[in-house]
């Protein structure tokens, strides 16, 4: 049954993309070589709440829980969304979304160093060179429905998971975004994350190359 689930995510990934975006750019992100990752790094101890903000934007931040998603509380508009959400909570990845009443307008996850026993670091860690200690988090695939781009909600979403982050312990957080993506090169830089280290990715649909990282620092080794 996760088998079905997992293709079936998969299935309505590329039709959503599609939709959403067209068939060169499901190509360009399935097919590339030498992208440039950017390995960042944020102090959550620097992180302040955004409670005042979200309150303005009359947004939220909630958990990703299977009672919530069970309860509609959460209730995902995207379908890929929704069935990504599924088989992350499968693998034990935590994650927050960006709620407007009960309808979720973005999420982002993460995962933790003490779920790597059983195996259920995401494979960007390893090639990433990420060891993190048990209070170090890696957050990944940050999505915000396309039509509720543009605006804020983007550094809303990203801030107030820091935040629920550092609530539960966590005193750092790692992630990466392409240097080509402007979007989230101009909100990580607003949020103040630390550029640790350009790696040169190439990737033929399922397969990854990856050139070892260039880095003025070795956040792996902290």
């Known amino acids: 049954m996760k088998t079905f689930t997992y293709f079936k995510?998969?299935?309505?990934?590329?039709?959503?993309?599609?939709?959403?975006?067209?068939?060169?750019?499901?190509?360009?992100?399935?097919?590339?070589?030498?992208?440039?990752?950017?390995?960042?790094?944020?102090?959550?101890?620097?992180?302040?709440?955004?409670?005042?903000?979200?309150?303005?934007?009359?947004?939220?931040?909630?958990?990703?829980?299977?009672?919530?998603?069970?309860?509609?509380?959460?209730?995902?508009?995207?379908?890929?969304?929704?069935l990504k959400a599924m088989h992350y909570l499968d693998k034990g990845y935590g994650g927050f979304a960006l709620v407007s009443g009960n309808e979720v307008l973005g999420d982002i996850w993460y995962a933790a160093a003490p779920t790597s026993q059983d195996g259920t670091l995401p494979p960007d860690v390893k090639w990433l060179g990420i060891q993190c200690d048990d209070n170090y988090a890696y957050t990944f695939d940050m999505y915000l429905n396309p039509v509720k781009r543009g605006g804020a909600l983007a550094s809303l979403l990203q801030i107030g998971s820091l935040h629920e982050l550092k609530k539960k312990g966590f005193s750092r957080a790692f992630g990466y975004?392409?240097?080509?993506?402007?979007?989230?090169?101009?909100?990580?830089?607003?949020?103040?994350?630390?550029?640790?280290?350009?790696?040169?990715?190439?990737?033929?649909?399922?397969?990854?190359?990856?050139?070892?990282?260039?880095?003025?620092?070795?956040?792996?080794e902290r």
Do not use: C
């Not at 599609?18 to 102090?43: H, P, Q, S, T, W």
């Not at 934007?57 to 890929?80: D, G, M």
């Not at 830089?189 to 260039?214: D, G, H, N, Q, Y």
């Open 9 to 82: 995510m998969r299935l309505y990934h590329i039709a959503e993309t599609i939709r959403f975006n067209g068939v060169a750019y499901l190509l360009r992100e399935i097919v590339y070589r030498n992208r440039e990752a950017i390995l960042v790094e944020k102090d959550l101890s620097m992180v302040k709440s955004p409670d005042d903000a979200l309150h303005q934007a009359n947004v939220h931040i909630e958990e990703i829980t299977r009672p919530a998603i069970a309860s509609h509380t959460l209730q995902f508009p995207i379908k890929n969304r929704f």
């Open 177 to 220: 975004f392409w240097s080509n993506n402007i979007p989230a090169l101009w909100v990580h830089r607003m949020l103040k994350w630390s550029e640790r280290a350009k790696i040169k990715v190439s990737r033929f649909f399922f397969i990854k190359f990856v050139t070892p990282s260039r880095s003025s620092d070795s956040p792996a």
